[in-house]
């Protein structure tokens, strides 16, 4: 019973930690990348959006020679 304690406890303990670690990370790729303003570009950035609750619809602030192009038809 003590092993499952520790597991338990081991588990609370850890998964703060290892949401800090993923939005962390993800927040400094996004910022590097200017990627805000869209869709997120991959499942981590994705996660982060999702635990920290942000949305960017309506958001439009970079500048004219960041903006992604529209794909070609």
């Given at each position: 019973m003590a092993v499952v304690l520790w597991v338990i406890a081991a588990a609370m303990t850890s998964a703060p930690v290892f949401a800090v670690v993923v939005v962390s990370v993800a927040s400094r790729r996004e910022d590097r990348a200017?990627?805000?303003a869209g869709p997120p570009p991959g499942p981590a950035?994705?996660?982060a959006r999702y635990l920290v609750y942000f949305h960017s619809v309506g958001?439009?602030?970079?500048?004219?020679c960041r903006r992604p192009r529209?794909?070609?038809r």
């Open positions: 200017w990627t805000l950035q994705a996660m958001v439009d602030w970079l500048p004219a529209p794909p070609l």
